[in-house]
């Protein structure tokens, strides 16, 4: 398999998403270790990520997999300052060809990652805090069996504020879980769920304060843990057949991902542009300050709120 990302990304990732076993309980863990930027994921990272679910799927001691973050953010979803090889120097604007190999590519890079979430044969549970953004939503939280929410988490597709609304694949999901009424207002506005939100909307199973959750997303993986393996294949086998139902396999999205990036709308471009200047922080920053934006959660026009 084709490992994309520069040299110093891929040595890198074995630091950035750490992997351990109790075996006395039969959970593991998945840290997601780059807090300072929020747990953002490298492409390398994702391949980790991938790598270590196959390696818990064939040891019988773990029958609980816990997806976690360090820092101040379960996870802000993908890198997306970053250069992974996705297109080639002298290409100014993606051809037909070219988006079918990107999307190839992106289907088994971070559709790949959540497929390999979703399909894993062990109880997956997602502890999250602080943002819980953009690819971490709907490749992570939307694919685990069970999501464990502080109730001041920020969950959602804040990305929507500069790419517009999540993209057809991930929609699959997102519609799925909580509704497409929801689903298009977190879309189109950008405004974050909180745990509590993500909770009533069926995203989210329990919520607990920031200082028990923890605990708490502990006690319920031992508790699930505790029973027996057999019986949770059984039942985990039995959800991955009615999803299979619902057709949201890697073939059948993957030309619909495909379809959204044969073409890119110009505040998208600017987007770009202006992270490729000045970095994604700055990027943001100037999206926030362009002219006729709106702060949804105000309606003033000119400068987007934090």
Known sequence: MTRYGTAESIAAAPTQVLYEVDRATGVAWI????PEKHNAMSVPMRDRITDIIHEANLDDDVRVIVFRGNGKSFCSGNEINEEWGQRRPHERRRTLNVSYRYGTDMAWG???FSQAISRSPK???AQIHGYCAAAAYFMIACKVDIVIAADDAKVGALEARF????GAAASVHINRIIGMK?????????MPMSG???????LVHECASSDRL???ARNVAEEIASQDPGALLHLKGRIR?????MDTSVPSVTGLFVSHHLQSAPDEMDFWKAAKEVGVGGALDADKRRKGAVDPRTGDEGVVAL
């Not at 790419?163 to 999540?166: H, I, S, V």
């Open 214 to 216: 923890a605990d708490h």
């Open 110 to 112: 971070r559709l790949g």
């Open 196 to 202: 509590v939100e993500a909770q009533r909307l069926g």
């Open 241 to 245: 057949a009615a999803e299979g139902l």
């Open 31 to 34: 840290t997601l270790n780059r």
């Open 163 to 166: 790419l517009g609304p999540a």
């Open 123 to 125: 109880i997956t549970i």
């Open 182 to 190: 929801a689903a298009r207002r977190t879309g189109f506005t950008a």
